[in-house]
């Protein structure tokens, strides 16, 4: 069983000149039980079907099982969501991790945020200067809540 740990924050500085990469990716969610989230992504040219288990209470872990599949496949596969998440995601190296820092489109528009890959949830990890609050586990910023509560819609 594949494991996801992660932390996410928000961006509140210029990354921009440290971007190593970038793509834009359309993803949406075509199903949904208590346990399990299944998510459909186009990234560029490819095609991907993701099952996401339930995080745990931190929102740092869960179950993970990721596989590419034909891109013409995940976009008929889109057609079945109840709407898209459009993002552009850049990759910024920073000491020995990489973060994806994720720029929202459509009802997300002026949503930044960045997210970095661990291999356990005590891993320590350069933070760089435009690395903003920390936002792991609250679940208003999952993508699959952004599509059914998007950010421009928010209320501070």
């Known amino acids: 069983m594949a ?8 961006v509140e500085g210029d990354f921009m000149p440290f971007v190593e990469s970038s793509s834009r990716i359309a993803q949406g969610y075509i199903a ?19 099952i996401k288990g339930r995080s745990d209470k931190a929102g740092m872990r869960r179950d993970e099982w990721e596989y590419e599949i034909p891109v013409e496949e995940a976009r008929e596969l889109l057609r ?10 850049y ?18 528009e002026g949503l930044v945020m960045a997210e970095v890959e661990l291999k356990s949830e ?3 990890f350069e933070r760089p200067a435009w690395l903003g609050r920390e936002v792991t586990g ?5 993508n699959s809540q952004l599509l059914k509560n998007p950010y421009t819609k928010w209320r501070e």
């Open 122 to 124: 005590d891993e320590s």
């Open 138 to 142: 609250d679940r208003r910023y999952y």
């Open 32 to 50: 949904r039980s208590e346990e399990l989230t299944l998510r459909v992504r186009t990234r560029d040219d490819k095609g991907y079907l993701t």
């Open 91 to 108: 990759l910024v190296p920073v000491g020995c991790h990489t973060f994806e820092v994720d720029c929202f489109y459509g009802e997300n």
């Open 3 to 10: 494991k996801e740990i992660e932390r996410k924050f928000l």
């Open 80 to 89: 079945f969501s109840r709407g898209t998440i459009d993002k552009t995601r």
